[in-house]
């Protein structure tokens, strides 16, 4: 989940703003969850169907 669209609960502002000290640590947490966790939905799709292209490139390659 990106954290561009989360509402904080405390400030109600922008989590990606961090205008309190809820939104910074909500926003610390969802960037340290792993290597794709800042990424938006398109760009993890786009790179879902370069490695499928890429593996079925291989696959054909061998056969």
Same mark, same amino acid.
């Given at each position: ?41 398109? #760009?993890?799709? %786009? &790179? +879902? =169907?370069?490695?499928? #292209?890429?593996? %079925? &490139? +291989? =696959?054909?390659?061998?056969?």
């Amino acid at each position: 989940m990106t954290y561009d669209r989360l509402v904080c609960a405390s400030c109600a502002a922008p989590v990606s703003e961090g205008r309190c000290p809820v939104c910074r640590a909500s926003r610390e947490r969802l960037q340290q969850e792993g290597p794709f966790a800042g990424l938006n939905p398109m #760009a993890l799709i %786009a &790179l +879902l =169907a370069v490695l499928i #292209a890429a593996v %079925a &490139l +291989l =696959a054909h390659q061998t056969v």
